[in-house]
């Protein structure tokens, strides 16, 4: 089974500039999340998805972030314009249903590789 | 909101011997789940082993347990006979109810020939 692909891998874009992340959840998967992670910490979620839905994004810098996933598979998060302090690592994560943690057994999120976002 | 807390920035071991890393959280939740991830330096989070809040024994995958607490709210991971490789970054989190997951900041394992 294919797991969850991202891409680009690396980016490197200067202040002000915009930038698109691609993600591909694992096949059959209906729920996608957006996660930051900043050097030394553990990820942040930007934005949940189920299906095409937005079920999360409370921690989405809505004035310049973005995410869609129209067709309820892949998703772009967007940026723009992007600041300094977004540089980061970008993970997509996917699960195979929205259930409730803890009842519905090893619901577990995969994650992709990442993209690393470096902001100059 | 869930708090995760990972105590250890950073834990050293010599191969072959057991580590045990901590990991307490903070849910009033009764439905949750725990999970413990691994980091190389590739930047990948790979899942390592999951617990929920209902399972009565605690979770095991080869090398890896969990040591669940469910009174003391703590989720320690055990690794048995260290490896090389398993020189990482490692995060705790947790999920209750219908939430997404919260992680903890982490914790740096060297493992040393």
């Known amino acids: 089974e294919a797991g969850v692909a991202q891409s680009p891998r690396y980016k490197i874009i200067e202040k002000r500039q915009s930038v698109a992340f691609w993600c591909n959840p694992i096949s059959g998967h209906a729920t996608l999340y957006w996660y930051q992670q900043i050097l030394g910490q553990g990820p942040k979620l930007l934005i949940q998805?189920?299906?095409?839905?937005?079920?999360?994004d409370s921690q989405l810098p809505k004035d310049r972030f973005s995410a869609e996933r129209l067709k309820g598979v892949d998703s772009t998060l967007k940026i723009q314009p992007a600041k300094l302090e977004d540089s980061a690592v970008y993970l997509c994560a996917s699960r195979k249903t929205g259930g409730i943690f803890g009842r519905e057994g090893q619901e577990t999120q995969y994650f992709g590789p990442g993209t690393r976002l470096l902001v100059l | 909101a869930q708090k995760i807390t990972q105590t250890q920035p950073g834990m050293f071991v010599q191969e072959k011997e057991a580590v045990t890393l901590d990991c307490t959280y903070d849910?009033?939740?009764?439905?949750?789940?725990l999970f413990w991830y691994k980091q190389p330096s590739s930047g990948e989070m790979i899942f390592l082993i999951y617990?929920?809040?209902?399972?009565?024994q605690n979770a095991t995958e080869g090398r890896y347990s969990l040591n669940f607490q469910k009174a003391r709210k703590s989720a320690n991971l055990v690794i048995s006979a260290s490896q090389l490789g398993d020189s990482a970054m490692y995060f705790c989190a947790a999920a209750p109810g219908y939430s997404t997951l919260t992680f903890g900041k982490g914790t740096m394992l060297l493992v040393s020939p």
């Open positions: 617990q929920g809040s209902y399972d009565e």
């Open positions: 998805f189920q299906n095409n839905s937005v079920v999360d």
């Open positions: 849910t009033s939740d009764q439905s949750y789940g």
